[in-house]
């Protein structure tokens, strides 16, 4: 079956959100690396966001986390983190060994169970301590592929040589979007850089950061009160393409195609996109996928720039959320990926009341 | 379930039960502030403790945080290297990778001041003379072995003082003392 069929079933599956969902606050703190614990990063995102919307944790009726014990290297680390949270008295939690964007999804979902008022999702990551090459070689495949170690890198210039060689994108488009997304100043350095990955260079590939993000969501019932203009969830659908790199078509996205057709993303005009590009063929794609242009206004930040493993997604959410906040945008696209080359794709449409 | 076919050469050949694909990764550990600051002065043979910025509960070993309410600590405290037992156990069998003579004492120990205990051994001690609310003292490495390490402590010891009352003791002692505090 060709991956187009695949959408063409599906597509009757778009998601209708019962109860209205907005993101009222967002904290977020990046950097190459750090030397403070989990625990140390998170507890003043935490608290800023509770002291912008007045919230205490007891007044929080769910809270939920991403994150991965592959960085931290220690099994149950999400638990040490909860230090940053204050579960006492207890608190209703849970944990998602995603990025933070899927976190916040299985948020979305309790509060169209109508349990829920407000709640805060958080995530975080910290690649330095470990290589997080083979980290993401771990995710790969058990048998046929994590044991000869693919880093990061060769598995997207894989992907990058059938888009180029198919003519899906060119070397040009590449080095644009590398200007674009900031990791050089102008073609002619693009051009000049040795090949990292052939045929990927540096300025194609993401520079990793620690980092963490947290957001407070509310209900239609309180957000007005928590928020000013409050950045409402009005789309959101996550979907997975193949683990198995033999059943994928490197140079599609199916999974993305129709997790924008399902968040309702072609319902009105997009004026922010945040998306989470670890690579310069990665933006390209996801732009083909989702039938996005190429945006006036640029992101507020860049995963290519510093892409924090686990917290890049939610941070997406957050950026978009920050543009509906301050007025830039009254209709905001979020996206949020993981697994190797775009395998899980997740979209989430962010908008504004207009006056 | 469908009948899988393999070329004729493998015929009669032991099916795969189980395959090794060994993973290994390794990591720089970076204890954070807290616990820096913590084991620089353990290296000096100090004990601190964290003042939690809440309630001033006193939180031994520090880890930066009062996880109670999420709040940051940077507040540390001295504390004295004698405390009592608040709980404890006696291990019988052998653990691998363990070189203790059997019986040993495992015992949760609240240093006097801390509204918190951690995990310790106590030796010098028979295990059926341990009980909870025993005061014990500290027992240090040679100096010159002592360094940025949970094993500057190789025991805690009693020190033959009377013991704490059972209703004060560890955990339930937090409860005598908030108590106390909201009295007074």
Known sequence: ?355 | MTEISVPSSLDGVEPVQSVRTPIRMEYTFTPGVAAQTYLREFANKKILGNVSPVDGAVLVPPRGADPRHGALCDEFIEMPHTGHIGSFCVTNVPIPGRELELPYISAWIFLDGADIGFLNLVAECPPEECRIGMRVEAVWKPDEEIGMTAENILYWRPTGEPDIPFEAAGVRGWHVRKQGKTNA
């Open chain 1, 1 to 355: 079956m060709r991956p187009q069929e695949f959408g063409a079933g599906m597509s009757e599956n778009k998601v209708k959100p019962m109860r209205k969902v907005a993101v009222v606050a967002a904290a977020s703190r990046q950097e190459e690396k750090m030397l403070d614990t989990e625990v140390e990063l998170m507890i003043p995102l935490i608290t800023e966001v509770r002291a912008k919307t007045g919230l205490d944790q007891t007044d929080i009726g769910f809270t939920c986390s991403g994150s991965s014990d592959f960085l931290a290297g220690q099994a149950f680390s999400f638990v040490m983190t909860l230090d940053a949270v204050g579960p006492v008295p207890p608190i209703a939690e849970s944990h998602v060994e995603m990025d933070g964007a899927w976190a916040l999804y299985e948020t979305w979902v309790k509060f169209q169970m109508g349990v829920i008022d407000t709640a805060l999702v958080y995530s975080y990551g910290k690649p330095s301590p470990g290589s997080l090459q083979d980290v993401l070689s771990t995710q790969l495949d058990p048998y046929y592929v994590a044991p000869l170690w693919p880093d990061a890198h060769s598995v997207a210039a894989l992907q990058a040589r059938l888009l180029l060689e198919q003519g899906t994108i060119t070397s040009d488009e590449l080095a644009d979007c590398a200007v674009r997304t900031g990791t050089v100043e102008n073609r002619e350095d693009y051009f000049s850089q040795p090949l990292l990955a052939d045929p990927l260079r540096e300025a194609d590939c993401p520079t990793y950061a620690d980092g963490g993000v947290a957001l407070i969501l509310s209900s239609e019932e309180k957000a007005n009160e928590l928020c000013d203009r409050p950045a409402w969830i009005t789309g959101i659908d996550h979907r997975i393409d193949a683990h198995h790199f033999g059943a994928r078509d490197f140079t599609a996205v199916p999974s993305v195609r129709l997790a924008a057709q399902n968040a309702g993303v072609h319902d009105g005009p997009i004026d922010s996109t945040e998306l989470h590009a670890a690579y310069t063929t990665h933006d390209l794609l996801l732009r083909k996928e989702m039938g996005l242009d190429i945006p006036e206004v640029p992101q507020r930040s860049y995963p290519i720039q510093a892409d924090t493993l686990m917290a890049s997604g939610l941070l997406r959410i957050a950026e978009a959320a920050r543009s509906i906040w301050d007025g830039s945008a009254n209709r905001a696209l979020a996206h949020a990926t993981a697994g190797p080359i775009l395998q899980q794709n997740l979209v989430c449409v962010l908008e504004g009341e207009q006056d």
